[in-house]
Nanobody, 120 residues
Framework: QVQLVESGGGLVQAGGSLRLSCAASGISFSINAMGWYRQAPGKPRELVATITSSGRTNYADSVKGRFTISRDNAKKTVYLQMDSLKPEDTAVYYC??????????????WGQGTQVTVSS
């Protein structure tokens, strides 16, 4: 049974930083692609960043240069370092795992989400 548990969300002022973590179990973590998505109130869920099993990363244009996704296969954990946060980054952030990046677009397993709130 796949389980993804996010942590690290909270309230931060604009310009501040947060680091989200997603601990995985029930999957072959080292060979899975991992991703972070977010959903703001009244908006659809959107891709934030992905990382392949080989460590190749991809970012939404809105977070490039501010967010960094990384993974620790030994700990079965994926991270999202968020710097220079803006009020528009406020959302529930979700972790996702999938067999590969292509499959992740349509399939995969989700975590329960963690709230990030950026005050102006």
């Amino acid at each position: 049974q796949v389980q993804l548990v996010e942590s690290g969300g909270g309230l931060v002022q604009a310009g501040g930083s947060l680091r989200l973590s997603c601990a995985a179990s029930g999957i072959s973590f080292s060979i899975n692609a991992m991703g972070w998505y977010r959903q703001a109130p009244g908006k659809p869920r959107e891709l934030v960043a992905t990382i392949t099993s080989s460590g190749r990363t991809n970012y939404a244009d809105s977070v490039k240069g501010r967010f960094t996704i990384s993974r620790d296969n030994a700990k079965k954990t994926v991270y999202l370092q968020m710097d220079s946060l803006k009020p528009e980054d406020t959302a529930v952030y979700y972790c996702k795992s999938a067999a590969n990046i292509v499959i992740m677009e349509k399939l995969g397993s989700w975590g329960q989400g963690t709230q990030v709130t950026v005050s102006s």
